[in-house]
């Protein structure tokens, strides 16, 4: 790894964000929650041009809406800024953000698992209901994604919606987001009775936080705004690797934890600690951050997928 000094002239995101604690009840007990103003309309103005810019310029995704599939008009979804541009990793790396979601977890120490831009294009379509944990080859209910909101969003398109206590029925299934999975959670929702919730409109730097196994989903962009969120998803550490019983689980074990197998610590320099961290040490970057697309199509290689 190599060591990178933190841009200085960008704001710290290290000042608190004191939780109230029906905000971490609501969480524990629903999977979700909102935290508004958890960055300010300052932060988000110096933060959002570089996470767009990055975001955009490392797309993969260059077909037009109408060419692609549900799962695909739903939003460009782009992986790991933090390995790509040293702001977007001072963004990621936010003390005050994964302090949140230790608080909302109920952990000591979070680590980072991965960041994701999800931009809802203008007249994108809307996100099918899924659970991310699913994905993610972690043997831990102390999962949570960060949501945050980078432009204001209006009601028409709104933020997540979250069936509310699904998270506490853990895996409902190997049911990847699109079609099918869609159809399927809407049935299992009413079956089950459980509340959709949202949060609804929200000012840039307004947040959700939601758990791994939290079903949830997104209406579509009528507006002729793009809807630009940034995501953080961190688990509690200490964690260890679950079973590899699933492509996808196998695709996520390759590109973040090639050397490990299951029962082992879910630790890699791809997975860093991101709270509490000693003030003292300088973030650095792992070797992924300079072949970022060669990283990519070696995890799809190792984990026999086509990339
Ligand atoms: O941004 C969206 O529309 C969906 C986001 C999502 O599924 C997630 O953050 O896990």
Redesign the pocket.
């Known amino acids: 790894m190599s060591r990178v000094d933190l841009p200085d002239d960008l704001p710290s995101l290290s000042g608190a964000h004191p939780l109230a604690p029906p905000c971490i009840e609501e969480f524990q007990s629903t999977g979700h929650t909102c935290v508004r103003g958890l960055a300010s309309p300052q932060e988000i103005s110096a933060y959002r041009p570089i996470l767009e810019d990055v975001a955009l310029c490392n797309r993969f995704e260059k077909r037009a809406l109408e060419e692609r599939d549900t799962y695909g008009r739903?939003?460009l979804q782009i992986l790991n800024l933090w390995l790509l541009d040293r702001r977007a990793q001072a963004f990621v790396f936010a003390q005050r953000f994964a302090r949140v979601a230790a608080e909302l977890l109920g952990v000591p120490a979070v680590r980072l698992y991965h960041d994701q831009a999800?931009f809802?294009e203008a007249g994108g379509g809307y996100?099918p209901w899924?659970q991310?944990q699913f994905y993610w080859p972690l043997d831990t209910p102390h999962t949570v994604?960060l949501?945050i909101a980078l432009v204001d969003i209006p009601k028409e398109v709104g933020s997540?919606v979250f069936a509310s206590g699904s998270q506490a029925f853990g895996n409902l299934g190997d049911l990847a987001i699109g079609d099918e999975s869609h159809r399927h959670f809407e049935r299992w929702i009413d079956d089950h009775g459980l509340a959709r919730e949202t949060h609804g409109a929200m000012r840039a730097g307004d947040a959700t936080f939601h758990a791994g196994w939290t079903l949830?989903s997104?209406g579509a962009n009528p507006t002729d705004q793009m809807r630009s969120?940034m995501?953080v998803i961190y688990f509690a550490d200490g964690a260890r690797l679950g079973p590899l019983d699933h492509p996808s689980r196998r695709l996520d074990r390759a590109f973040y934890f090639p050397s490990a197998h299951p029962g082992d610590l879910a630790r890699s320099e791809l997975t860093p600690l991101l709270y509490p961290t000693d003030s003292n040490s300088s973030p650095t970057l792992p070797g992924a951050a300079h072949d970022y697309r060669g990283w990519i199509a070696d995890a799809f290689r190792r984990a026999g997928q086509r990339g």
Do not use: I
């Open positions: 739903a939003f999800l809802k996100t899924h991310d994604t949501w997540m949830h997104a969120a995501t």
